[in-house]
Nanobody
Framework: QVQLVESGGGLVQPGGSLRLSCAAS????????IAWFRQAPGKERDGVSC????????YYADSVKGRFTVSRDNAKNTVYLQMNSLKPEDTAVYYC??????????????????WGQGTQVTVSS
């Protein structure tokens, strides 16, 4: 069964850190660019970050640049999103997905791309 599973979400105080994981099963993550999206209540889903497979190049939304870092461990078939200096406005459900990373533009996802089920991140004091 092909699936992506996110983990690592939770409740954290402003200024804190979390590391999200996106683990693949049923397929090899090595061959795919992976993007992280987030969706806050009442808001549209936004592309947060993306990491390419060919050269490891990355994209970050302006709102997270300098605070979030995406990385991949092909041996573990996992992609990570390290989130530092978290703010209340980072509160959202975070999803990973196979995607197309397009330089300095938000990631693109096609109808046949894979999505995880999401993990809740809540930043609150």
């Amino acid at each position: 069964q092909v699936q992506l599973v996110e983990s690592g979400g939770g409740l954290v105080q402003p200024g804190g850190s979390l590391r999200l994981s996106c683990a693949a099963s049923g397929f090899t993550l090595n061959y795919y660019a992976i993007a992280w999206f987030r969706q806050a209540p009442g808001k549209e889903r936004d592309g947060v970050s993306c990491i390419n497979v060919s050269d490891g190049s990355t994209y970050y939304a302006d709102s997270v640049k300098g605070r979030f870092t995406v990385s991949r461990d092909n041996a573990k078939n996992t992609v990570y999103l390290q989130m530092n200096s978290l703010k209340p406005e980072d509160t959202a459900v975070y999803y990973c997905a196979t995607a197309y990373c397009v330089g300095n533009s938000p990631p693109l996802v096609a109808a046949n791309d894979y999505w995880g089920q999401g993990t809740q991140v809540t930043v609150s004091s």
